[in-house]
């Protein structure tokens, strides 16, 4: 198959930076020719708090996938995550000027830059202008105008915003990694690229990302994101509750979560017993596994109800396929399971798909952000464009518009 790009993803998350490098085919088609993947010190729920340890990190990461690959890595499309990350719809309309009243690019650049112009705190970065769809004359619904004759151009946008200090230390960190940045992309807006499919997203459906420190979450209808945000707890919470209730190390609370951890009750019963000394403790201690996943229960439901109040905020009935986990915090026996319970939806755990090449360890729900990641920077692709970051600054719409635009404008 036909070598159409090289692209670069790099997941720079709580507890794990991941760099891949993904050859992309002219059909599309998406080969890992290179990774990376190094426990990630520096970070705290997805923030940068130590800017050294996180360059190690990065660069540690960028260097076994560049010496797997034989490639050099010069720029990267790099994932965002972080209780920072929030979101606003915006509308904007112009009058229709070209010849004969026919929409052209140019109204809907206008029209995009005017939605654009929605007044955002200085104290935060405009990551994704997002098109979501157009109104040409009052009616709705329109995906794609160009050509229509109209005398009023209106265009729905879907805004994603974060904390401009914690992207301008991730994009710091990356930096000093020696490797330039194609787009900074929210997390969950990466991961939805593979993990959801076409007729989800038009049907209406939610992403989870179940990361160490973070959920982050995002809204589809109708084929676009309409609600990207964060929550500020992950897989890490688990763990912590783990150690505390049972009087032990978090590395053995870690272990009896992946082992012997479920939230789902109604699968656990009788009252088996675990050994902890297996995993490391020193006497011969046993705890009950009902108690271990009763601990993991009650954590578990709080953050499902988190969620639940996000997406009932955002409207009630609005997702009729349900909700999809993914992250490292997802592959927690019975994950799916409480979620139906208490979101009252259809619930599935899902990973990375249609992918090639090195997937050894990597197809795996902690990898759809990175693999997302690459699939974001291929649809780019399509479009012909992407905006470097952050030769755009505050204000320098086109790059960022232009690359918005490819969602519509495939
Ligand atoms: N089999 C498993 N069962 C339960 N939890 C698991 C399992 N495997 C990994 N986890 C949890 O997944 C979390 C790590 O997930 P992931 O790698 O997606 O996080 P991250 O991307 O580094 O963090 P974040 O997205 O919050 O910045 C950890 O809390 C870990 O305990
Ligand atoms: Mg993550």
Excluded at 169 to 197: F, G, M
Aim: aromatic share 2%.
């Amino acid at each position: 198959m036909e070598r159409e790009a090289v692209l670069v993803g790099i997941d720079v998350g709580t507890s794990k930076v991941c760099a891949l490098i993904g050859e992309v085919a002219r059909d599309g088609t998406l080969t890992i020719v290179g990774k990376g993947v190094v426990p990630a010190s520096g970070l705290r729920k997805a923030v940068v708090v130590n800017i050294d340890q996180t360059v190690r990190s990065i660069s540690g990461a960028v260097d076994h996938a560049e010496r797997l690959s034989g490639y050099q890595i010069d720029r990267a499309f790099v994932g965002v995550g972080g209780q920072n990350v929030e979101s606003q719809n915006s509308r904007g309309a112009v009058a229709v000027t070209g010849h004969q009243r026919e929409v052209t690019r140019e109204d809907v650049d206008r029209a995009l830059e005017v939605a654009r112009a929605v007044s955002i705190p200085s104290n935060r970065e405009v990551l994704h202008v997002l098109p979501r769809g157009f109104i040409v004359d009052g009616q709705e619904g329109v995906k794609d105008p160009l050509g229509m004759s109209a005398v009023r151009l209106e265009i729905e946008t879907h805004i994603v915003t974060a904390g401009a200090t914690a992207v301008r230390n991730l994009a710091k960190c990356v930096q000093a990694a020696n490797v330039k940045i194609d787009e900074l992309v929210a997390s969950s807006l990466a991961s939805a690229e593979t993990v959801l499919s076409e007729t989800e997203r038009e049907l209406g459906v939610a992403v989870a990302d179940i990361g160490a420190g973070t959920i982050d979450l995002a809204l589809f209808l109708d084929g676009s994101p309409f609600k990207t945000v964060v929550l500020p707890v992950g897989g890490n919470n688990v763990t912590n509750d783990l150690a505390i209730g049972l009087k032990t190390s978090l590395q053995v609370a870690e272990e009896l979560k992946i082992q012997h951890g479920s939230c789902d009750l109604s699968t656990v019963i009788g009252d088996e017993s675990i050994s902890v000394s297996t995993l490391g403790e020193a006497a011969g201690r046993t705890v009950s596994r009902i108690d271990v996943c009763r601990i993991i229960e009650a954590r578990m439901r709080e953050v499902f109800e988190m969620m639940a109040a996000e997406i009932k905020a955002a409207g009630e009935g609005m997702l009729p396929a349900g909700l999809v986990l993914t992250g490292g915090g997802s592959q927690l026996e019975g994950a799916a399971a409480l979620g139906r319970e208490v979101l009252n939806m259809p619930v599935r755990v899902a990973g990375p798909t249609d992918v090639g090449g090195l997937t050894d360890n990597i197809l795996n729900p902690a990898y759809s952000t990175a693999i997302g990641l690459l699939y974001w920077g291929a649809k780019g692709l399509e479009a012909g464009a992407s905006g470097p970051y952050p030769s755009t600054p505050a204000g320098g719409l086109p790059g960022r518009v232009r690359d918005a635009l490819r969602n519509l404008f495939p």
